[in-house]
């Protein structure tokens, strides 16, 4: 443009603006549906009571803030090997890949930094530039792959009028799509549905994978919410492991975020692993991954990664409850599904696929005019595609907020 007068309006951001919607109304019943972040049930936001205890020991032995690496310290990139790959021991595959130095970790700004970094990397390296995506998916997936530079393509996921999984469908379009493509996968409470493959079904999507030589990437936003642990949330992970091991599989990338899992949202706390096939290839795809992350941002933050850093370290004993901490927002969460669902009149409206649904949504299935009902004669505010952020809901709204979706499906 010549003038910036020129500069077209760009459309509000669909999540973020039904919040500010939300805030202006004035009736005190209202619901937030929207963002994905966690509320007790009193509304309120929280922070783990582990990440405050982590928080004090960095204040009393915090001694400077210098920089750390482009890619983060070695603390953080070894405490998310240990987490993810070693799985606290149990997965002796990802341990041999970890001792092969077949893992390239690097700390990144949070889950969607990670998403945007590997998308970069992708674009540079890699020689297709399709990348299949579920539909549907989070709507920051396919806008944060375009700006990469790769082209986003849909695979068949879920059917809206059966509220379930098209397993058929799924299957039927991956095998339609050309060899090497990258194929996204979420690792565990796929957002925005809530519905995950079962071991088996993951058995046949990674046999097509392997068919068709696609490159896995893998994105774990929600790890611990599916089960409450974080440990029993990451069969996907471990599988793909073994396959590498076995060299049914040259490499992978997983894209993961501290942001739910510890509560750690602003503090923009994730990372980036690229599985490689040898420690010579790993030292080149690190150097790589610093000759590309340090014109953009030169290094991530550092809050966040030494919260991180210090409850994965032994010494200060703080696994445990952390490990609590997040089995009491998933049980909450839990809790709140069940008793939406309980409310729910399900002589108009079959309801069950909420109970299959894991993680921080429910995928209600309403229509998009049936969510503008929702927001205009009962102030409850979600996005139309229908998905429910159970984080608003708590004992003192659920019966209105059934009672509303009652009104609305009649
Ligand atoms: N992937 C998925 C599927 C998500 O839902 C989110 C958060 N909404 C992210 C990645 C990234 O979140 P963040 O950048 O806050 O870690």
């Known amino acids: 443009v010549r003038k910036w007068s020129e500069i077209p309006l760009a459309p509000p951001d669909k999540i973020l603006g039904i919040s500010e919607a939300y805030n202006k109304d004035a009736n005190t019943s209202k619901i937030n549906l929207g963002v994905g972040a966690y509320r007790d049930n009193s509304g309120k936001p929280i922070i783990f009571p582990s990440v405050k205890e982590a928080e004090k020991i960095l204040l009393a032995s915090e001694v400077e803030k210098e920089y750390t690496g482009i890619t983060g310290s070695k603390k953080f990139q070894n405490a998310v090997k240990g987490f993810v790959f070693n799985n606290s021991g149990k997965d002796v595959n990802g341990q041999q890949l970890i001792e092969q130095n077949r893992i390239v970790t690097a700390q990144t700004i949070s889950g969607t930094g990670s998403l945007r970094v590997i998308g970069d990397f992708l674009n540079r390296f890699y020689t297709n530039k ?8 989070w709507a920051n997936h396919v806008a944060v792959f375009k700006d990469a530079g790769l082209e986003p393509e849909f695979y068949a996921y879920y059917e809206t009028s059966k509220n379930d999984l098209d397993f058929a469908n799924l299957k039927k379009s991956l095998s339609s799509q050309p060899d090497g493509s990258i194929v996204l996968l979420h690792a565990c409470c796929h957002n925005p549905t809530g519905m995950d493959l079962t071991p088996e079904q993951w058995e046949e999507v990674l046999a097509i994978v392997q068919e068709k030589n696609f490159y896995p990437l893998v994105d774990m936003a929600y790890q611990g919410f599916a089960s409450g642990n974080p440990y029993k949330d990451i069969g996907l992970i471990r599988r793909l492991n073994e396959l590498v091991v076995q060299n049914k599989l040259k490499s992978y990338a997983l894209c993961q975020s501290f942001a739910k899992n510890m509560g750690l949202y602003g503090e923009r706390t994730g990372s980036i692993s690229i599985i490689t096939e040898s420690a010579e290839a790993s030292q080149a ?9 340090r014109p953009i941002y030169s290094s991530p933050p550092i809050h966040g990664s030494k919260i991180v850093e210090i409850i994965f370290d032994e010494q200060h004993n703080l696994l445990n409850s952390w490990l609590q901490d997040l089995d009491k927002v998933v049980g909450r969460l839990n809790t709140v599904r069940s008793k939406l669902y309980e409310n729910l009149d399900k002589s108009s409206y079959n309801w069950d696929h909420l109970l299959k649904q894991r993680g921080m949504f429910v995928y209600t ?12 004669d009962y102030s409850v505010y979600a996005t139309e595609d229908g998905r429910f952020s159970i984080s608003g809901i708590n004992d003192n709204n659920v019966e209105y907020l059934a009672n509303a979706i009652n009104e609305v499906v009649k």
């Open 130 to 137: 399709k990348l299949l995506v579920p539909k549907p998916t």
């Open 365 to 376: 299935g309403l229509s998009a005019e049936q969510v503008i009902k929702l927001r205009n």
């Open 285 to 293: 795809i690190e150097s790589q991954l610093k000759k590309l992350i």
